[in-house]
């Protein structure tokens, strides 16, 4: 059931993504709060919840171009 949750819950948060038609920090922050609260109310140990967003939010903040874009650039 737990599990069942989670993976509805992140599944939203994919949707929301695929939805989005620019994906900038306002967006990135919302979806890293929908995946912190999906962990916790699984009972995710909190510290490893935080790196883990933290190193997600990180991350897609420095991506500026998709692989797929930045493929096209150079052609």
């Keep these: ?11 939203n948060t994919l949707e929301k993504i695929a939805k989005s038609l620019f994906v900038d920090e306002k967006l990135i922050n919302e979806l890293v709060k929908d995946i912190q609260r999906a ?3 699984s009972d995710v140990n909190v510290k490893l919840v935080f790196d ?6 990180k991350r897609a903040l420095e991506k500026k171009h998709p692989k797929a874009l930045q493929k096209e650039s150079r052609l």
């Design 1 to 11: 059931m737990v599990l069942e949750k989670l993976s509805s819950s992140l599944k």
């Design 39 to 41: 962990l916790l109310q």
């Design 52 to 57: 883990l967003t933290d190193k997600i939010k």
